[in-house]
């Protein structure tokens, strides 16, 4: 069965860039009837998805990220990333890779989710 | 973007109640309407897709309705593993956005 998990940092620091990544196990990033996103939660509130990377490299972000955000996806190693600048304490949150089809909105699986805290 | 507002935001049921919990949007989504469960320290989980489509595993217990702006996760006779917290999700229009989750408590 596909599974994701996320891997990366727990403390960035403010103004630093967040690099975060993927790792898919158990089936192919590498269709074209799938995107792969990322999802966040800050602490003691709801979750907020960011955006989007297909396997024909196109992405989508959310309009409140756009300007400082990259995702990307790598076939060979099964993984995609994600890349947050000048994050501030605004950012801290547990953020969840997910897997949605391309021709229905919703996602599954998740990540169990890596919690980044941004602090000095 | 379209706003999701769930009710109630927290409640407490006991084994073997009936648990309702309602998603509200901020304009007709049709049926693009997912809802998921989340338990501490494990990762989100989908259980209903489309409004009503019960995800494969999924207990029986749980079912959704409803179409336009409300709708509806119903819990049948809850479970103690139900314990979890509960987003709506609309798929209508992007960006996607979830609501604020409903916290449920097991007395």
């Known amino acids: 069965q596909l599974q994701l998990r996320e891997s990366g940092p727990r403390l960035v620091r403010p103004s630093e860039t967040l690099s975060l990544t993927c790792t898919v196990s158990?089936?192919?990033?590498?269709?074209?009837?799938?995107?792969w996103d990322w999802i966040r939660q800050p602490p003691g509130k709801g979750l907020e998805w960011i955006g989007n990377?297909?396997?024909?490299?196109?992405?989508y972000y959310t309009p409140s990220f756009r300007g400082r955000v990259t995702m990307s996806l790598d076939t060979s190693k099964n993984q995609f990333s994600l890349q947050l600048m000048s994050m501030t304490a605004a950012d801290t949150a547990v953020y969840y890779c997910?897997?949605?089809?391309?021709?229905?909105?919703?996602?599954?699986?998740w990540g169990q989710g890596t919690l980044v805290t941004v602090s000095s | 973007d379209i706003q999701m507002t769930q009710s109630p935001s927290s409640l407490s049921a006991s084994v073997g109640d009936r648990v309702t919990i309602t998603c509200r949007a901020s304009?007709?989504?049709?049926?693009?309407l997912n809802w998921y469960q989340h338990k501490p320290g494990e990762a989100p989980k989908l259980l209903i897709w489309?409004?009503?489509n019960l995800q494969s595993g999924v207990p029986s217990r749980f079912s959704g309705s409803g179409s336009g702006t409300d709708f509806t996760l119903t819990i049948r006779s809850l479970k103690p593993e139900d314990l979890a917290t509960y987003y709506c999700?609309?798929?209508?229009?992007?960006?996607?956005?979830f609501g604020q989750g409903t916290k449920l408590q097991i007395k």
């Open positions: 304009e007709s989504i049709t049926n693009s």
């Open positions: 489309a409004a009503f």
């Open positions: 999700q609309q798929s209508f229009r992007t960006p996607f956005t």
């Open positions: 997910a897997r949605h089809p391309a021709a229905d909105n919703w996602f599954h699986p």
């Open positions: 158990g089936g192919s990033t590498n269709r074209d009837n799938y995107y």
């Open positions: 990377v297909h396997s024909s490299g196109d992405t």
